[in-house]
């Protein structure tokens, strides 16, 4: 409710309510940009992207579902044009960065921030399509149906490529712990 308010109040010209917008879904849509093109940098682009185009298109926007699954699918197509423009983007060893205030101490900071390369570096290693759903399905909460509607591909497909992602992504993980 509060997102449709918002949205409406964007189109009034509120900068209020689009900071508030911003505010509430820049991490989380950080976090799902780094996950499908494997660079902060060009994560951070993505996102200036999607905001940049949510900003342009206000007037015509209209909210029929979730605002945060909205602006995850537009991140996903926008790092998919990427990933398809420059073929493979390589993995850069330079995690998202935690605030340390948002742990209790130091050392849990430095175990969060090895297993989130850990974790970047194999989802890195998984075929686009794969990683897409992974990600879309865990860090933008869609469900198979939403994704396979947004994707225009069958459910089932959808779901074959998420477990054959977490299938791969444990025997890269167990891989990674036996080293």
């Keep these: 409710m509060e997102d449709k308010l918002l949205v409406k109040q964007c189109k ?4 209020e ?3 508030r917008i911003y505010e ?3 991490d989380y849509l950080l976090i799902l940009a780094v996950g499908l093109v494997n660079n902060s940098s060009i994560a951070e682009d993505v996102v ?6 949510f900003v342009r298109d206000i007037n015509k926007f209209r909210l029929t579902g979730s605002l945060k699954g909205y602006l995850g699918t537009c991140v996903a197509n926008r790092a ?4 398809k423009a420059k073929h493979h983007i390589s993995f850069e060893s330079n995690p ?16 969060c921030n090895e297993q989130l390369q850990q974790l970047n570096a194999a989802l890195a290693e998984l075929p686009y399509d ?16 939403q994704i396979g509607q947004e994707q225009v591909i069958s459910v089932n497909t959808i779901k ?8 791969k992504l444990r025997t890269i993980l167990d891989g990674e712990l036996k080293k």
């Design 12 to 15: 009034r010209g509120s900068k």
């Design 17 to 19: 309510a689009l900071r």
């Design 24 to 26: 509430k879904y820049k």
């Design 48 to 53: 200036h992207d999607v905001f940049t185009g």
């Design 80 to 83: 998919r044009n990427i990933n």
């Design 96 to 111: 998202v960065e935690l605030n340390e205030s948002e742990l209790n101490e130091p050392a849990s900071t430095i175990v």
């Design 130 to 145: 794969q990683r897409e759903v992974i990600m879309l399905h865990f860090q933008a909460g869609l469900t198979f149906q």
């Design 160 to 167: 074959s490529r998420y477990k054959y992602g977490i299938d």
